[in-house]
């Protein structure tokens, strides 16, 4: 079995870019691979290998200033959940498009899981996924908004729009890992929300730890690696990913008449030129062959 980390940190990293050679180095030694993200504002990312690789890296990361506290997520894969090590630098390590917002700073209240359902049972608390629409539609808390977003730079302005629409006061905001929320909730907090609240470790942590039976989660969450998805437990679900746009497959959606294996889906189906299919076609061949040729 692999071990698959999960893990963000908000640190004061103005020197960013001399990390990314280090880290490559101690995840390349130890067979460890994914991505990471290295910014200004800290560090997040994915990473994939055998459990002592991964520690090892895990450790690399923690001695990075301010990032000796990180804490991670752990979940286990029968197979490598990526193919390559990818270390990224960025102006932000999740992008929201507000500079000013700074998820160390002020952040909103954390709630532990075991806390969660209770929270968000509660008539006068908004229960909001700051994820993006395509990740939502896969599994979501039951009652929860979905704000639709194409991505995060959309979410502040959804969040004005949903202030001024409604009149909320109180907010419960959720994510894969957490580290959406800590800009969300900041941000919610900024233009004047006045009681804020996001879910502790995220989806993942609380998939990891709720005993399905006493769970308000629905469905599998999305997760961005080779697996796709995963359910109560960590377990692995059964979505694929598109080749295509890199959406998730429901295994209903590969009997449409629209889904052509590393060429489409029913959800992409119709955006891209017969240039752009015959493309991808071409890939879809090449990648049979390689694994013929294994």
Request: charged content about 30%; overall charge negative.
């Amino acid at each position: 079995m692999f071990t698959v980390a999960a893990f963000y940190k908000f640190a004061d990293l103005p020197r960013f870019a001399d990390y990314r050679l280090p880290l490559r180095e101690a995840c390349d030694a130890h067979g460890v691979k994914g991505t990471v993200l290295l910014a200004p504002e800290g560090v997040n990312g994915t990473i994939c290998g055998p459990r002592d690789g991964v520690d090892a890296a895990l450790d690399a990361l923690r001695a990075l200033p301010g990032c000796a506290d990180l804490e991670h997520k752990e979940s286990f894969s029968e197979e490598m959940a990526f193919k390559k090590m990818k270390i990224r630098l960025k102006k932000e390590i999740v992008t929201m498009g507000v500079p000013e917002v700074n998820g160390a700073r002020d952040p909103g209240t954390y709630v532990d899981p075991a806390d969660w359902n209770a929270l968000i049972a509660n008539e006068d608390v908004a229960v909001i996924d700051t994820r993006n629409d395509y990740e939502v539609a896969i599994g979501a808390f039951e009652g929860a908004i979905d704000p639709k977003t194409d991505s995060f730079r959309e979410f502040p302005e959804w969040l004005q729009n949903f202030q001024r629409e409604t009149g909320a006061k109180k907010l419960a905001m959720y994510c894969t890992g957490g580290i959406r929320c800590e800009k969300a909730t900041a941000y919610a907090k900024s233009i004047g929300f006045e009681e804020v609240y996001h879910l502790k470790g995220g989806i993942l942590k609380y998939l990891e730890t709720v005993p399905e039976a006493a769970s308000t989660w629905a469905g599998d969450c999305y997760v961005f690696d080779d697996r796709v998805s995963v359910r109560h437990g960590l377990e692995e679900g059964d979505y694929d990913k598109c080749r295509a746009c890199g959406l998730p497959v429901a295994p209903g959606d590969k009997d449409h008449p629209h889904y052509r294996e590393g060429v489409s889906c029913p959800q992409c189906w119709d955006k891209y030129s017969d240039e752009r299919k015959a493309a991808f076609e071409m890939r879809q061949r090449q990648y049979e062959q390689a694994g013929q040729d294994d």
